[in-house]
């Protein structure tokens, strides 16, 4: 597949009806034509969720649990894929490939209507499609930072990467945390210990060692991160010279 996904920076205007929206979770459900059943309010996602009762919601510090679980089995397998074959190598293919961004032009709520089809293989925590998790990242961050709107527009566009997945390209090669390559892995990286002792590069007497082809304090834009959603996002952001106000 040539090039990637260059998304246009505005969606045409869209009329909904029954008022103006009180959250992106209502806006989204009105104009995909979802009616919430009863007692559960508009987002859509609360149909995947039981447990969004307050009395039975999950503990925060549950999230994010490698060591066992119920989809386990399917988080390990991802990771093993991903850290066998993602090398310094494909990655810098991968850039070359998807680096034009000529794949496909959309808008970003037609981005957000695709992840509709994709559950992300390498989350511990959800079994349910990617674009509703968009929704309530958004909506958690509004709720946390009333008065940053840029913020609640990054929640909704954080995962919008994994497009990829949907184009042809592996889950592993798209989902999933990334790590820097070209050097050892560090032990903070998802399942280190047992993943990724068939990486070639760990065989390469460079890319093997604690800096690898990096040098001291050579600074994060120097570093080669393994190719996925949130690389690919970054670069395409870039490319539309999306910008963000700086931060204090």
């Known amino acids: 597949m040539p090039g990637g996904v260059r998304c246009s920076r505005a969606a045409s205007p869209v009329l909904c009806p029954g008022g103006w929206p009180h959250s ?9 034509g979802f009616n919430p059943p009863p007692n559960q309010g508009p987002d859509p996602s609360l149909v995947y969720r039981p447990d969004v009762d307050p009395d039975v919601a999950k503990d925060k510090g549950s999230f994010r649990n490698y060591t066992s679980g119920p989809l386990l089995d399917r988080v390990l397998a991802t990771y093993k894929l991903m850290h066998t074959r993602q090398t310094v190598d494909f990655v810098r293919k991968k850039h070359a490939q998807f680096g034009g961004f000529s794949y496909k032009k959309m808008t970003i709520m037609e ?3 695709m992840l509709d089809g994709l559950v992300d293989e390498s989350d511990p925590d959800v079994d349910f499609p990617n674009s509703f998790h968009a929704f309530q990242t958004a909506e958690g961050i509004r709720k946390a930072h009333p008065d940053k709107d840029w913020f609640h527009l990054v929640g909704l566009l954080h995962d919008l990467g994994k497009v990829l997945a ?3 390209e592996p889950q592993w090669a ?7 390559v070209g050097c050892r892995p560090q ?14 590069d760990l065989q390469d ?12 304090h ?3 834009e120097n570093v080669l991160m393994s190719w996925g959603h949130d690389e690919y996002m970054y670069q395409m952001m870039k ?9 204090e």
Do not use: H, I, W
């Open 174 to 180: 798209v989902v999933g945390d990334t790590f820097p």
């Open 205 to 216: 007497p460079l890319y093997s060692t604690e800096l690898g082809m990096y040098q001291p």
């Open 187 to 200: 032990a903070s990286v998802v399942f280190c210990d047992s993943t990724f002792q068939d990486n070639p």
């Open 24 to 32: 992106l979770l209502e806006l989204a459900s009105r104009c995909n």
């Open 239 to 247: 490319f539309n010279k999306f910008s963000l106000p700086p931060e």
């Open 111 to 113: 981005a957000v209507d």
């Open 218 to 220: 050579c600074g994060l």
């Open 166 to 168: 949907l184009a042809g």
